[in-house]
């Protein structure tokens, strides 16, 4: 059971630039959610999805976009990368409402 | 003032001392509670999950929540080498449609051999 599987694991991108962070969970959640992990800033929630079709934006949503076309992917776009979005960034998944969120392993981006 | 508030250390102890970490909170919707560990380029790892007030206990480790002065703690007993990592805690509320998580910034703890 792979749990939540993101790709790549690095990458080094140059202001302007797009790219889209992959993220897969095997585990029939209906929750995903994608964070950013600064720091001194803890984890903070960029945007998440209740299920298929639906997702909604979190307290970090600028310059970032999703969809939710299966169950088992929720893939994170920038739009244009910004020095700012060096991060470490982080999909999580639950099964219900009320669950722990389970976690992939990052992917960290470096903006020059 | 964030809603969660978390020292981050860092905290070094010797090998086999009780290790106690803690967070405090602002937001009294707050219901659910979590601890996390987080190793070095590894995503954050449930340790202990809480509903409400209380204690939980899970093997070297133990829980609790005083939701009358919103404050929580993780308590590591017997701490070992392994135990070197960082310490997220994280809460949520009983409303809103995904219910989700507010973290602290997360405590650095080495426990030295």
């Known amino acids: 059971n792979a749990g939540v599987t993101q790709t790549p694991k690095f990458q080094v991108l140059k202001t302007g630039q797009s790219m889209t962070l992959q993220c897969a969970q095997d585990m029939n959640h209906e929750y995903m959610s994608w964070y950013r992990q600064d720091p001194g800033m803890g984890l903070r929630l960029i945007h998440y999805s209740v299920g298929a079709g639906i997702t909604d934006q979190g307290e970090v949503p600028n310059g970032y976009n999703v969809s939710r076309s299966t169950t088992e992917d929720f893939p994170l776009r920038l739009l244009s990368a910004a020095p700012s979005q060096t991060s470490v960034y982080f999909c999580?998944?639950?099964?219900?409402?009320?669950?722990?969120?389970?976690f992939g392993d990052g992917t960290r981006l470096s903006i020059l | 003032q964030k809603e969660v508030e978390q020292d981050p250390g860092p905290l070094s102890v010797p090998e086999g001392a009780i290790v106690s970490l803690n967070c405090t909170y602002s937001?009294?919707?707050?219901?659910?509670f979590m601890w996390y560990r987080q190793y070095s380029r590894k995503g954050p790892e449930l340790l202990m999950y809480?509903?409400?007030?209380g204690n939980k206990e899970d093997g070297r480790f133990t829980a609790q929540v005083d939701k009358s002065s919103k404050y929580i703690s993780l308590f590591i007993r017997d701490s070992q080498p392994s135990d070197s990592a960082t310490y997220l805690c994280a809460m949520s509320a009983t409303s809103g449609s995904a219910r989700q998580l507010t973290f602290g910034s997360g405590t650095q703890l080495t426990v030295l051999p």
């Open positions: 809480t509903y409400s007030s």
């Open positions: 937001n009294s919707a707050f219901q659910y």
């Open positions: 999580a998944s639950k099964k219900g409402l009320s669950q722990p969120q389970h």
